[in-house]
């Protein structure tokens, strides 16, 4: 397994997933609920985040090849898509690329069951995630590069599982400041990711050769 291609990936859906600020949120979430029933959603929530997220891994050629849109152009808007979200995670900001909305919120807390909304879906499989998924696995070039893309979808998920089963815990110890610090490290990292790839999808449309002739 190529090894630098999972630790991409494994590295943009780190930050695009938001391991570290589901743990604040589900912790807000599911105060009122049992141990059971936080396992429970957090596991359901999981698998439901896996299928989507493995489900636009497989099927990212081909929605690109319907819509016409060139692995080039969706390196470069995914890279832009990605910086956006790495500027809100090192200014603290909430857009909903990686996060949900106020109004979400407010609709989550009225729920009985939070695994399909918003855990599921924006929380773990949100327009982010979805995003570097497609752009993660349309930019392998054979099939050891794209399994390991996969792979690091699953252990995203299984930490991101780990992490609602002791979120809590997590909210206690890291507190609002250590999430803070966490989320503008990675943030950085994200950015300087999300710059590589415009930085190829460029290169790969051809336009500076073109500029250059």
């Given at each position: 397994m190529p090894t630098t291609t999972f630790l991409v990936a494994f590295a943009t859906l780190f930050?695009?997933?938001?391991?570290?600020?589901?743990?604040?949120?589900?912790?807000?979430?599911?105060?009122?609920?049992?141990?059971?029933?936080?396992?429970?959603?957090?596991?359901?929530?999981?698998?439901?985040?896996?299928?989507?997220?493995?489900?636009?891994?497989?099927?990212g050629n081909p929605i690109l090849e319907v819509f016409g849109i060139t692995i080039p152009a969706l390196r470069t808007a995914g890279?832009?898509?990605?910086?956006?979200?790495?500027?809100?995670?090192?200014?603290?900001r909430h857009s909903g690329g990686t996060d949900i909305t106020d109004q979400e919120e407010v609709e989550a807390r009225s729920r009985e069951d939070?695994?399909?909304?918003?855990?599921?879906?924006?929380?773990?499989?949100?327009?982010?995630?979805?995003?570097a998924v497609i752009l993660l696995t349309t930019g392998t070039h054979n099939p050891a590069e794209f399994w390991a893309v996969l792979v690091a979808?699953?252990?995203?998920?299984?930490?991101?599982?780990?992490?609602?089963?002791?979120?809590?815990?997590?909210?206690?110890?890291?507190?609002?400041?250590?999430?803070?610090?966490v989320s503008r490290v990675v943030g950085i990292l994200l950015a300087a990711l999300?710059?590589?790839?415009?930085?190829?999808g460029v290169k790969a449309s051809g336009l500076l050769a073109g500029a250059a002739a």
């Open positions: 930050a695009t997933v938001g391991v570290a600020d589901i743990a604040f949120i589900f912790a807000a979430l599911t105060k009122h609920n049992t141990a059971k029933q936080r396992f429970a959603f957090a596991t359901r929530g999981v698998i439901i985040a896996g299928v989507i997220l493995l489900l636009f891994a497989v099927l890279g832009l898509l990605l910086f956006l979200i790495a500027i809100d995670m090192v200014f603290a939070i695994a399909v909304f918003p855990l599921a879906m924006p929380l773990l499989a949100g327009p982010g995630a979805i995003s979808i699953v252990v995203i998920l299984f930490l991101a599982w780990l992490t609602l089963l002791v979120a809590i815990p997590i909210q206690r110890l890291l507190g609002v400041t250590g999430l803070a610090v999300a710059v590589q790839f415009v930085f190829d």
